[in-house]
């Protein structure tokens, strides 16, 4: 569009299309100036320290500044914009330190500091000013100021409400719903922006709630903006709770802010708040079926640069006052624009297809800041739509998908911050059937499953001996729950099978329903047989989360919301015999996972657990082997155990034992043990649980060591894991940034260097060297508390590089290969392999090709020898 196509400032309202942008007619950019303000206090002392700060600067510089008074701070950030048609426009934004409540309580001294601020920015060289909030405001939306500096002027008002409307239309269009059957609401009418967003939703055929502060006036009035033939489509109200019961869809637009509580607004609703201060301070609850979208602002798309191009330019949720200001000023529009309280409709239209021609546009959505998904508006669709029987449904009307419903669900009422964790990473999928090591979509997207449930699914997804033993035993009538009232059958075959094939022959078995619960079971018995309090575990462990398994668990991060937790516990390292035996004495029982899986795949050292089990016999405490992770073949044998020879006192096992179809967990222990904690009439229901035991988890548990047995699954897991990791030692060898890859059957941890130690502090030495003035010695003026908080965050920031050095080959091998992994609980940095045990050899070869894939896309945290030149 040439400059000549923009309507000319002064022309009135109307409801003509804009002309076409000409794209072939160049624009000779101008200098642009921009006054804002901050929005809350926050951002005024953000404001104040940058001012603060700069003001230091230039004193260790030696910088002589301009004589006079101040009264706005300059953001470096925006200094220049440069579009996708090539246009480049230079500039400079600055801050008043006031918020739009302070403006806006002294409104005549406010519009002679705006009128000095904008008259510097015209003396700098600016031939465009635009006005941000509460700065057009008490200038009479860019009027007054104009008059006083004599220059071009724009309230940016014109591209805020164009894109208020176009973010109301996008939600709209999402929903599927029709314009002249939905009522939108609209906060803040006859405001300037009220009013034309009001014009132009009545132009796109929706009937409005207008909500004003009518205060005497009568109702004709204040319908005078509008056109008559308008009047009729349109309520007048006092607040938003006298809105139409059925209205659904706000714009809030006020200039007092606060108006809107989203706790009381109907299920469904979505409110684009374009209010400075806002009208909606607060976010909805997580559950809450209400959505708020930051209105009137608008994203650069990635061909926009703003600033030189050497930091990632800041082109995303920029205020329509200021990308209006922007984009003006790359046409060369050197003449006032948007002012004045009625806004022509024609302007809005033409500066939304200006805004677009250079790259900005108000999709995608954001909520305080967060960018919303289209999902996250679809999850509202049921409040919009009118019931209606399946049949009914057009394919336009269709009900959502499983995905789209599971994560709806997932995120409003099972765990909305790991919903968006899932999110943030590229987790956040939706899978719906399962075969043996491979997982699908809705969509028939196929996944290689290394985490098997974190050791759930020896047998892999499904396995069709299990699964048809448990359809058997449902379709004979077999009775589940009996165990409180008569012998049930199938439990008492898994007991003996168990202690047939556990290590040491233990001879009594308690069941439950999860690995904690097995471990709860464990410590109880071992408190109540020896008569002794005192647990012992070692560091880096991980038992459960139950309280009691918290308790002896070695990780003070899972620990510590929950404390105090069990009195007399005591933690030793993994591995040190010493440690150990200086604790034993009097001690009821220590407990150890023969390898640490959550602590990162963790070996001990030779000999260490036969030693140990030695220990706990002399001293009298229990030797309790937690195996819920490694038992049931995972390690190479049926257990762990078998690896050093060891017959511990007590034996916990679960996750794999129904091969990942029933929860079922199960405590085993010495006749002995068992008879002198619970063997008498009085003791003998101390410890019980209402699902433990139940016949048909131990269905599937009898099938799975069926299984396990007759496909020599560990004996594969040992070929195969070790095939896995001599082959990724192989690929990774040059790779400075895989420290480790260890492991035993198909248990496996991949250690990732991670250090990133010294990156913060090189960073800010690069910066007080490299920068005018001694700024050495304005850090060495700083405090000590601020100097060691400043040293511990650097350090914080420097370990999180590392954490996410490992989540980056997690994303990457799910997004680009397709083949699930995680990190390990306690470590971090460890990635988890644990397929499960049906995983062939080809499969296997797949995951080492992949790997190595991803290792190539970061070769740049290898080693030198790793370096390959670049193929064709």
């Given at each position: 569009?040439?400059?000549?196509?923009?309507?000319?400032?002064?022309?009135?309202?109307?409801?003509?299309?804009?002309?076409?942008?000409?794209?072939?007619l160049?624009?000779?950019?101008?200098?642009?100036?921009?006054?804002?303000?901050?929005?809350?206090s926050?951002?005024?002392?953000?404001?104040?320290?940058?001012?603060?700060?700069?003001?230091?600067?230039?004193?260790?510089?030696?910088?002589?500044?301009?004589?006079?008074?101040?009264?706005?701070?300059?953001?470096?950030?925006?200094?220049?914009?440069?579009?996708?048609?090539?246009?480049?426009?230079?500039?400079?934004?600055?801050?008043?330190?006031?918020?739009?409540?302070?403006?806006?309580?002294?409104?005549?001294?406010?519009r002679?500091?705006?009128?000095?601020?904008?008259?510097?920015?015209?003396?700098?060289?600016?031939?465009l000013?635009?006005?941000?909030?509460?700065?057009?405001?008490?200038?009479?939306?860019?009027?007054?100021?104009?008059?006083?500096?004599?220059t071009?002027?724009?309230?940016?008002?014109?591209?805020?409400?164009?894109?208020?409307?176009?973010?109301?239309?996008?939600?709209?269009?999402?929903?599927?719903?029709?314009?002249?059957?939905?009522?939108?609401?609209?906060?803040?009418?006859?405001?300037?922006?009220?009013?034309?967003?009001?014009?132009?939703?009545?132009?796109?055929?929706?009937?409005?709630?207008?909500v004003?502060?009518?205060?005497?006036?009568?109702?004709?009035?204040?319908?005078?903006?509008?056109?008559?033939?308008?009047?009729?489509?349109?309520?007048?109200?006092?607040?938003?709770?006298?809105?139409?019961?059925?209205?659904?869809?706000?714009?809030?637009?006020?200039?007092a802010?606060?108006?809107?509580?989203?706790?009381?607004?109907?299920?469904?609703?979505?409110?684009?708040?374009?209010?400075?201060?806002?009208?909606?301070?607060?976010?909805?609850?997580?559950?809450?079926?209400?959505?708020?979208?930051?209105?009137?602002?608008?994203?650069?798309?990635?061909?926009?640069?703003?600033?030189?191009?050497a930091?990632?330019?800041?082109?995303?949720?920029?205020?329509?006052?200021?990308?209006?200001?922007?984009?003006?000023?790359?046409?060369?529009?050197?003449?006032?624009?948007?002012?004045?309280?009625?806004l022509?409709?024609?302007?809005?239209?033409?500066?939304?297809?200006?805004?677009?021609?250079?790259?900005?546009t108000?999709?995608?959505?954001?909520?305080?800041?967060?960018?919303v998904?289209?999902?996250?508006?679809?999850?509202?669709?049921?409040?919009?739509?009118?019931?209606?029987?399946?049949?009914?449904?057009?394919?336009?009307?269709?009900?959502?998908?499983?995905?789209?419903?599971?994560?709806?669900?997932?995120?409003?009422?099972?765990?909305?911050?790991?919903?968006?964790?899932?999110?943030?990473?590229?987790?956040?999928?939706?899978?719906?059937?399962?075969?043996?090591?491979?997982?699908?979509?809705?969509?028939?997207?196929?996944?290689?499953?290394?985490?098997?449930g974190?050791?759930?699914?020896?047998?892999?997804?499904?396995?069709?001996?299990?699964?048809?033993?448990?359809?058997?035993?449902?379709?004979?009538?077999?009775?589940?729950?009996?165990?409180?009232?008569?012998?049930?059958?199938?439990?008492?075959?898994?007991?003996?099978?168990?202690?047939?094939?556990?290590?040491?022959?233990?001879?009594?078995?308690?069941?439950?329903?999860?690995?904690?619960?097995?471990?709860?079971?464990?410590?109880?018995?071992?408190?109540?047989?020896?008569?002794?309090?005192?647990?012992?575990?070692?560091?880096?462990?991980?038992?459960?989360?139950?309280?009691?398994?918290?308790?002896?668990?070695?990780?003070?991060?899972?620990?510590?919301?929950?404390?105090?937790?069990?009195?007399?516990?005591?933690?030793?390292?993994?591995g040190?015999?010493?440690?150990?035996?200086?604790?034993?004495?009097g001690?009821?029982?220590?407990?150890?996972?023969?390898?640490?899986?959550?602590?990162?795949?963790?070996?001990?050292?030779?000999?260490?657990?036969?030693?140990?089990?030695?220990?706990?016999?002399?001293?009298?405490?229990?030797?309790?082997?937690?195996?819920?992770?490694?038992?049931?073949?995972?390690?190479?044998?049926?257990?762990?155990?078998?690896?050093?020879?060891?017959?511990?006192?007590?034996l916990?096992?679960?996750?794999?034992?129904?091969?990942?179809?029933?929860?079922?967990?199960?405590?085993?222990?010495?006749?002995?043990?068992?008879?002198?904690?619970?063997?008498?009439?009085?003791?003998?229901?101390?410890?019980?649980?209402?699902?433990?035991?139940?016949?048909?988890?131990?269905?599937?548990?009898?099938?799975?060591?069926?299984?396990?047995?007759?496909?020599?699954?560990?004996?594969?897991?040992?070929?195969?894991?070790?095939?896995?990791?001599?082959?990724?030692?192989?690929?990774?060898?040059?790779?400075?940034?895989?420290?480790?890859?260890?492991?035993?059957?198909?248990?496996?941890?991949i250690?990732?260097?991670?250090?990133?130690?010294?990156?913060?502090?090189?960073?800010?030495?690069?910066?007080?060297?490299?920068l005018?003035?001694?700024?050495?010695?304005?850090?060495?003026?700083?405090?000590?508390?601020?100097?060691?908080?400043?040293?511990?965050?650097?350090?914080?920031?420097?370990?999180?590089?590392?954490?996410?050095?490992?989540?980056?080959?997690?994303?990457?091998?799910?997004?680009?290969?397709?083949?699930?992994?995680?990190?390990?609980?306690?470590?971090?940095?460890?990635?988890?392999?644990?397929?499960?045990?049906?995983?062939?050899?080809?499969e296997?070869?797949?995951?080492?090709?992949d790997?190595e894939?991803?290792?190539?896309?970061?070769?740049?945290?290898?080693?030198?020898?790793?370096?390959?030149p670049?193929?064709?």
């Open positions: 569009m040439s400059r000549s196509a923009i309507p000319p400032a002064q022309s009135t309202a109307d409801t003509s299309a804009p002309s076409a942008p000409e794209a072939d160049p624009a000779t950019p101008v200098p642009f100036g921009f006054l804002a303000h901050p929005v809350s926050g951002h005024r002392n953000q404001v104040r320290a940058l001012d603060l700060f700069g003001r230091i600067l230039d004193e260790h510089r030696g910088t002589e500044r301009a004589p006079g008074v101040r009264h706005s701070v300059p953001m470096p950030l925006i200094t220049s914009v440069t579009s996708p048609t090539g246009a480049r426009c230079t500039g400079e934004v600055r801050y008043l330190p006031y918020t739009a409540e302070q403006l806006l309580r002294r409104p005549n001294t406010a002679a500091m705006v009128a000095a601020e904008a008259a510097r920015l015209r003396d700098a060289g600016a031939r000013i635009g006005l941000g909030g509460a700065t057009s405001i008490v200038g009479d939306r860019g009027v007054w100021t104009e008059r006083q500096v004599g071009a002027v724009t309230s940016g008002n014109s591209l805020t409400v164009y894109a208020a409307q176009q973010e109301l239309l996008h939600v709209v269009r999402l929903l599927e719903l029709t314009p002249e059957s939905t009522r939108v609401a609209v906060v803040g009418y006859p405001g300037s922006i009220g009013l034309a967003v009001a014009k132009l939703l009545l132009a796109d055929g929706f009937p409005l709630d207008l004003c502060r009518r205060g005497r006036r009568a109702p004709s009035a204040l319908l005078t903006h509008l056109a008559a033939e308008d009047h009729d489509r349109v309520r007048l109200v006092d607040e938003v709770a006298q809105c139409s019961p059925e209205t659904r869809l706000f714009v809030t637009a006020s200039s802010g606060g108006l809107v509580d989203p706790d009381r607004l109907p299920p469904g609703s979505v409110v684009v708040d374009v209010a400075l201060p806002r009208d909606v301070t607060a976010a909805p609850r997580d559950s809450s079926d209400v959505l708020v979208i930051d209105g009137g602002l608008v994203s650069g798309s990635a061909d926009v640069v703003i600033g030189d191009g930091l990632p330019s800041p082109t995303q949720q920029l205020n329509g006052c200021l990308a209006e200001t922007l984009v003006l000023a790359l046409e060369g529009h050197a003449r006032s624009f948007s002012l004045g309280r009625e022509a409709l024609d302007r809005v239209r033409t500066i939304g297809a200006l805004a677009a021609r250079h790259g900005f108000p999709v995608p959505l954001a909520s305080f800041g967060r960018p998904a289209d999902e996250e508006v679809l999850r509202l669709a049921r409040h919009h739509r009118p019931a209606r029987t399946t049949a009914a449904h057009t394919p336009a009307e269709r009900a959502p998908g499983v995905t789209e419903m599971t994560k709806r669900r997932f995120r409003e009422r099972i765990n909305p911050p790991m919903a968006r964790l899932f999110e943030a990473h590229g987790l956040d999928r939706v899978f719906t059937t399962g075969r043996g090591c491979t997982l699908t979509t809705e969509d028939g997207t196929d996944y290689l499953d290394f985490v098997a974190y050791g759930c699914l020896n047998l892999g997804h499904n396995h069709p001996v299990v699964t048809e033993r448990l359809r058997s035993f449902l379709d004979r009538g077999s009775p589940t729950f009996v165990q409180y009232v008569s012998m049930p059958e199938q439990a008492a075959e898994l007991a003996e099978r168990l202690s047939e094939l556990a290590p040491g022959r233990p001879e009594r078995v308690f069941f439950s329903n999860s690995g904690t619960e097995a471990v709860e079971a464990a410590l109880k018995v071992a408190r109540a047989a020896t008569g002794r309090t005192r647990l012992v575990y070692a560091d880096n462990s991980y038992h459960g989360k139950t309280l009691g398994a918290l308790s002896v668990t070695g990780r003070a991060a899972h620990r510590e919301p929950f404390g105090p937790l069990l009195p007399d516990t005591a933690a030793v390292p993994y040190d015999l010493d440690a150990l035996a200086a604790v034993l004495d001690a009821a029982a220590f407990i150890v996972e023969p390898v640490q899986g959550e602590g990162g795949v963790v070996l001990p050292p030779a000999g260490y657990l036969r030693a140990a089990r030695e220990l706990c016999r002399r001293a009298g405490a229990a030797f309790v082997l937690d195996e819920i992770q490694t038992g049931l073949g995972r390690t190479g044998a049926l257990f762990a155990a078998e690896h050093d020879g060891l017959d511990p006192d007590v916990c096992v679960a996750k794999s034992l129904s091969g990942g179809l029933v929860p079922i967990a199960a405590t085993l222990c010495r006749a002995d043990l068992w008879d002198a904690a619970y063997g008498s009439t009085n003791r003998s229901m101390l410890h019980s649980s209402t699902f433990g035991g139940g016949n048909f988890a131990a269905v599937a548990g009898l099938a799975t060591l069926d299984v396990l047995t007759a496909e020599g699954l560990p004996e594969h897991a040992l070929k195969v894991g070790e095939h896995l990791r001599g082959s990724l030692r192989t690929v990774c060898e040059s790779y400075g940034f895989v420290k480790d890859i260890r492991g035993i059957g198909l248990m496996t941890a250690e990732f260097d991670g250090d990133f130690s010294g990156a913060v502090s090189s960073v800010t030495d690069e910066l007080l060297t490299r005018p003035g001694d700024l050495r010695a304005l850090a060495d003026w700083l405090p000590d508390d601020l100097r060691t908080a400043l040293s511990r965050a650097g350090d914080a920031m420097e370990s999180t590089l590392g954490d996410l050095m490992c989540l980056r080959f997690v994303a990457s091998l799910a997004r680009d290969h397709r083949i699930l992994t995680f990190v390990t609980a306690n470590r971090t940095r460890v990635m988890r392999i644990q397929p499960p045990l049906v995983l062939t050899f080809a296997a070869d797949r995951f080492v090709a790997f894939a991803v290792c190539r896309e970061l070769a740049l945290h290898a080693d030198l020898d790793a370096w390959r670049p193929q064709d």
